[in-house]
């Protein structure tokens, strides 16, 4: 076989994650840009950042999909996936830590940790992906790396590993001083494109021996050759303790920290640096582990698979993108293995083979095409009509199927009606194919009612698709007001009797069972036991019990919402010889089923926000007025600088419109985050009146 271009342990598979504006966009140009692979440095502010690719994106200054990108550095390939920021798009975020190796964790020096920091650092915790950081918009008035770093200690637990100090403070920021090496960077030229190397200024001589002795303390903690080293009181030189690093970053026992300003081009090079020398290659991860799907009932064997080109072919579809020119595109992460153009491969969740058309590496929307794919690489693949975001694309020959990735439920949602009666089908196929690229986007055909659903994360998410509709699929929409995804469950265990008996002349109906139900733990969903004896509802009703069961949840029995965190336990019941019948006893489950939730004191929940407002002090009175109006419940207020942060649990249902108002109490100048925190049962007024509207049949 060929030989690879790019030795393994020179392939960095990264992501760039952060809050909302902390600056990974514009970082991600700057990297290009030195790195080469962009002449021109894009800019997120004049709608020309190339990662920020589609329209809404440049119009609306965020970045709304993953984009993947990839360059050279010193001799590595860096495979970058930019992430989006806000918190409607977190399934960019799900999917792309999920197929990462390490990550780059943009801060803002002047806001700090903010909400959506701590929530992307749980996320990257929960794949164990290492990561450095970067405190960027150091050129900012207010901007303060020591606080920043308290923040990370306090709020992210972290074991910060400070390697750089900035150069000069605010405006007159001009570069870097290197902690490990003992030296200092200045960026001048032409939008600070040359790096200089100068000795470290006296004034920051004290300073940097200090935090370097610390750095040397906290890896000697962290990793043992360094230990041995440092109790033996040996020298540890630089190169010791960049490997030192390295090894203490792979395993996440210290975040190295660095610092800097994207926008203004000063620490750039630093970060593509320790992006080579601290974060993993994929020779440095834990092989990927999956299942393996050979012969039934043979149960579930663990595989493994190595990062090695002439292992057994295996990669993980993780995003789905339809473009208009050659179609659906499928973003592979190939774990083992390599493959060529042209290729028969086996999905293993599906159980089909198809054959991958051609190969693309992917620069935002651009692509080149590529004659094969090898371990490590990220890369996007046409032809592969029947796979979806989280299946596992293999050697036939050495099945396996990798952990999918699993993505949050959507919690609200909007009626949308073409304007025009011939668009119905257009809307329902733009509808499907958006729904694919977009595994928190969900499309409901409600047949009664003649009416599509569309639901998601948030309001932000809906108005980005139906703004697509109209212009990728010109489908003009109208949308209703947005509305919550309220759920039902039972507050009581319950035990209730179905029959589904029907004689008329000829063969009749039978079906009879004894249902329990109990209730479960939020988010466990729905369990079903079977607990019939001696065969008195024989063996193949169940599964029809089971099924009316289900279908009696999906649609709901106070409001018209789904039925969760239930167990049911089918324990008695009957049959007869002649009439009973798989219908029979589906009716029967469905009848049960309802009869138990109406006895088992039935709530409806709502999903509640976690909401934090970032106010001038001056309209604190005003902001907190506003959100006792919405039924808020304030959780805390304290000062952060010279603002003020207010903690706040919010119902989605009163979160409509909040950033106009907020907005307009604080003359534009207060800020809001929020996030989806957890069901929680309504008040009884509210139920009466959710249900009253569905019995009138109208909830929107
Ligand atoms: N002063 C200053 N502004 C910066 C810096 N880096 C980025 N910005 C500005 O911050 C804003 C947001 O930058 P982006 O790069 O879009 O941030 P992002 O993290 O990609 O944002 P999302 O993708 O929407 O989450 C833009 O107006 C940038 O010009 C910096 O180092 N200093
Ligand atoms: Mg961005």
């Given at each position: 076989m060929?030989?690879?271009?790019?030795?393994?342990e020179?392939?960095?598979?990264?992501?760039?994650?952060?809050?909302?504006?902390?600056?990974k966009?514009?970082?991600t140009?700057m990297i290009?840009?030195?790195?080469?692979r962009?002449?021109?440095i894009?800019?997120?502010?004049?709608g020309?950042?190339?990662?920020?690719w589609m329209?809404?994106?440049?119009?609306?200054?965020?970045?709304?999909?993953?984009?993947?990108?990839?360059?050279?550095?010193q001799?590595h390939?860096?495979?970058?996936?930019?992430?989006p920021?806000h918190?409607?798009?977190?399934?960019?975020?799900?999917?792309?830590?999920r197929?990462?190796?390490?990550?780059?964790?943009i801060f803002?020096?002047v806001?700090?940790v903010?909400?959506?920091?701590e929530?992307?650092?749980r996320q990257?915790?929960?794949y164990?992906?290492?990561?450095?950081?970067?405190?960027n918009k150091?050129?900012?008035?207010?901007?303060?790396l020591?606080r920043?770093?308290?923040?990370?200690?306090?709020?992210l637990n972290?074991?910060?590993?400070?390697?750089?100090?900035?150069?000069?403070?605010?405006?007159?920021l001009t570069?870097?001083?290197d902690?490990?090496?003992?030296?200092?960077?200045?960026?001048?030229?032409?939008?600070?494109s040359?790096l200089t190397?100068?000795?470290?200024?006296?004034?920051?001589r004290?300073?940097?021996?200090r935090?370097r002795?610390?750095?040397?303390?906290?890896?000697?903690?962290?990793?043992?050759?360094?230990m041995?080293?440092y109790?033996?009181?040996?020298k540890?030189?630089?190169?010791?303790i960049k490997?030192?690093?390295?090894?203490a970053?792979?395993?996440?026992?210290?975040?190295?920290?660095?610092?800097?300003?994207?926008?203004r081009?000063?620490?750039?090079?630093?970060?593509l640096?320790?992006?080579?020398?601290?974060?993993?290659?994929?020779?440095?991860?834990?092989?990927?582990?999956?299942s393996?799907v050979?012969?039934?009932g043979?149960?579930?064997?663990e595989?493994?698979?190595?990062?090695?080109?002439d292992?057994p072919?295996?990669?993980?579809a993780?995003?789905?993108?339809?473009?208009?020119?050659?179609g659906?595109?499928?973003y592979?992460?190939?774990?083992s293995g390599?493959i060529?153009?042209g290729?028969?491969?086996?999905?293993?969740?599906?159980g089909?083979k198809?054959?991958?058309?051609?190969?693309?590496?992917?620069?935002a929307?651009?692509?080149?095409?590529i004659?094969e794919?090898?371990s490590?690489?990220?890369a996007?693949?046409?032809?592969l009509?029947?796979?979806?975001?989280?299946?596992?694309?293999c050697?036939?020959?050495?099945p396996?199927?990798?952990?999918?990735?699993?993505?949050?439920?959507?919690?609200i949602?909007v009626?949308?009606e073409?304007?025009s009666?011939?668009?119905?089908?257009?809307?329902?196929?733009a509808?499907?194919?958006l729904?694919?690229?977009d595994?928190t986007?969900?499309?409901?055909?409600?047949?009664?009612t003649?009416?599509?659903?569309?639901s998601g994360?948030?309001?932000?998410?809906?108005?980005?698709?139906?703004?697509r509709?109209l212009?990728?699929?010109?489908?003009k929409?109208?949308?209703s007001?947005?509305?919550?995804a309220?759920?039902?469950?039972?507050?009581?265990p319950?035990?209730a009797?179905?029959?589904f008996?029907?004689?008329?002349?000829?063969?009749?109906?039978?079906?009879?069972?004894?249902?329990?139900?109990?209730?479960?733990q939020?988010?466990?969903?729905?369990?079903?036991?079977?607990?019939?004896?001696?065969g008195?509802?024989?063996?193949e009703y169940?599964?029809?019990?089971?099924?009316?069961?289900k279908?009696t949840?999906?649609?709901?029995?106070?409001?018209?919402?789904?039925?969760?965190?239930?167990?049911?336990?089918?324990?008695?019941g009957?049959?007869h010889?002649v009439?009973?019948?798989?219908?029979?006893?589906?009716?029967?489950?469905a009848?049960?089923a309802r009869?138990?939730v109406r006895?088992a004191?039935?709530v409806?929940?709502e999903?509640?926000?976690k909401l934090e407002v970032?106010t001038?002090q001056?309209?604190?009175?005003?902001?907190?007025g506003?959100?006792?109006?919405?039924?808020?419940?304030?959780?805390?207020?304290?000062?952060?600088?010279a603002?003020?942060v207010?903690?706040?649990?919010l119902p989605l249902?009163?979160?409509f419109?909040?950033?106009?108002?907020?907005r307009?109490?604080s003359?534009?100048?207060?800020?809001f985050f929020?996030?989806?925190d957890?069901?929680?049962?309504?008040?009884?007024?509210?139920?009466?009146s959710i249900?009253?509207k569905?019995?009138?049949g109208?909830?929107?």
């Amino acid at each position: 076989m060929m030989s690879r271009t790019i030795p393994l342990e020179r392939i960095r598979d990264i992501g760039i994650i952060a809050h909302i504006d902390a600056g990974k966009t514009t970082i991600t140009e700057m990297i290009l840009h030195h790195s080469g692979r962009t002449y021109k440095i894009g800019r997120v502010d004049d709608g020309t950042a190339e990662m920020d690719w589609m329209d809404q994106e440049r119009e609306r200054g965020i970045t709304i999909t993953a984009a993947a990108t990839s360059c050279d550095w010193q001799d590595h390939r860096i495979n970058i996936i930019d992430t989006p920021g806000h918190v409607d798009f977190t399934a960019e975020v799900e999917r792309s830590l999920r197929v990462l190796d390490g990550g780059v964790m943009i801060f803002d020096g002047v806001a700090g940790v903010e909400s959506q920091s701590e929530m992307v650092w749980r996320q990257a915790n929960k794949y164990r992906v290492p990561r450095i950081c970067f405190v960027n918009k150091m050129d900012r008035m207010g901007a303060d790396l020591w606080r920043t770093v308290d923040m990370m200690k306090k709020r992210l637990n972290a074991n910060v590993g400070l390697t750089q100090l900035p150069l000069g403070e605010e405006s007159s920021l001009t570069g870097v001083i290197d902690i490990i090496e003992e030296k200092a960077y200045k960026f001048s030229g032409e939008l600070n494109s040359e790096l200089t190397e100068i000795p470290i200024p006296d004034e920051y001589r004290d300073n940097a021996a200090r935090y370097r002795r610390a750095l040397i303390e906290n890896l000697a903690e962290a990793d043992d050759e360094i230990m041995l080293a440092y109790v033996a009181d040996e020298k540890i030189d630089v190169a010791a303790i960049k490997a030192g690093l390295r090894r203490a970053t792979i395993s996440a026992r210290i975040v190295p920290v660095l610092c800097g300003s994207a926008l203004r081009n000063i620490g750039i090079q630093p970060v593509l640096n320790a992006i080579v020398d601290y974060l993993p290659s994929p020779l440095d991860m834990p092989p990927i582990r999956g299942s393996g799907v050979r012969g039934q009932g043979s149960g579930v064997i663990e595989e493994l698979r190595y990062p090695d080109d002439d292992a057994p072919f295996s990669a993980l579809a993780f995003k789905i993108v339809t473009d208009p020119f050659i179609g659906r595109l499928v973003y592979l992460r190939v774990y083992s293995g390599r493959i060529k153009s042209g290729a028969v491969v086996y999905n293993a969740v599906t159980g089909k083979k198809e054959r991958i058309g051609r190969l693309y590496q992917m620069h935002a929307n651009n692509r080149v095409e590529i004659p094969e794919i090898d371990s490590g690489s990220i890369a996007a693949a046409v032809g592969l009509r029947n796979t979806s975001t989280g299946d596992t694309i293999c050697d036939a020959e050495h099945p396996i199927i990798l952990e999918s990735i699993t993505f949050p439920e959507p919690v609200i949602s909007v009626a949308i009606e073409p304007m025009s009666r011939g668009d119905q089908d257009r809307i329902v196929d733009a509808l499907t194919k958006l729904a694919e690229e977009d595994p928190t986007f969900k499309v409901q055909y409600n047949q009664e009612t003649g009416q599509t659903l569309i639901s998601g994360m948030g309001e932000l998410q809906l108005e980005v698709i139906v703004v697509r509709l109209l212009r990728e699929f010109r489908v003009k929409a109208k949308v209703s007001r947005p509305r919550v995804a309220y759920k039902e469950t039972i507050t009581i265990p319950a035990r209730a009797e179905g029959r589904f008996v029907r004689q008329t002349g000829g063969r009749g109906q039978y079906g009879h069972v004894w249902l329990e139900i109990e209730p479960l733990q939020p988010g466990t969903g729905f369990e079903f036991v079977n607990r019939i004896q001696g065969g008195v509802v024989p063996r193949e009703y169940i599964p029809a019990v089971q099924t009316g069961i289900k279908q009696t949840f999906a649609e709901g029995v106070i409001a018209g919402y789904p039925v969760v965190d239930v167990r049911a336990t089918i324990v008695d019941g009957s049959y007869h010889e002649v009439d009973s019948s798989e219908p029979a006893f589906k009716m029967a489950g469905a009848i049960a089923a309802r009869e138990c939730v109406r006895k088992a004191a039935p709530v409806i929940l709502e999903p509640i926000m976690k909401l934090e407002v970032v106010t001038p002090q001056e309209f604190l009175g005003d902001v907190i007025g506003g959100l006792n109006a919405r039924r808020g419940n304030i959780d805390g207020i304290e000062p952060r600088e010279a603002l003020t942060v207010i903690q706040c649990f919010l119902p989605l249902a009163e979160s409509f419109g909040y950033a106009t108002d907020l907005r307009s109490i604080s003359q534009g100048r207060a800020s809001f985050f929020m996030g989806f925190d957890r069901y929680q049962a309504v008040s009884k007024e509210l139920a009466d009146s959710i249900i009253g509207k569905y019995r009138s049949g109208n909830s929107g």
